[in-house]
């Protein structure tokens, strides 16, 4: 509490979605970065599970600048609890996705790119 206390109300929206932002494309750099420079292919679930990332970082970005142009402060709030609720939704949707690529049970071991017999991933 003591963080938000120093924020002036005018700056509090800007500063949360500019962390929310800068935190989900730090995570998404991260992937990429293993994939483009690491050599490392994910598998399908791995680039199912990234779009989230994908969609919320502009929707950050959308909530930086309704913030910073001082739009009414409904629409920074909305726009960081529809990123809130993707965050939230996609890890549980992970397992509905698993049992549809038949990898439910399976350990992750098992579908790692480029194993012997894995016709799951690239």
Known sequence: MAFTATLSRSNAGATYSAIVTVG????IG???CFEHIGGYLPCHLC????????FGIPLGI????ASVYSLPAWITRVLLVVIGVM???A???APITR???GLLGRPVELHQP?????HKCR
């Open 87 to 89: 965050m939230l939704v």
């Open 114 to 118: 480029g194993r012997p017999g894995n």
């Open 30 to 32: 991260g992937a990429l």
């Open 47 to 54: 680039l199912i599970e990234r779009n989230p990332y994908y």
């Open 91 to 93: 890890p549980a949707s």
């Open 62 to 65: 959308i909530a930086f600048a």
């Open 24 to 27: 989900m494309a730090l995570i």
């Open 99 to 101: 049992r549809r690529m």
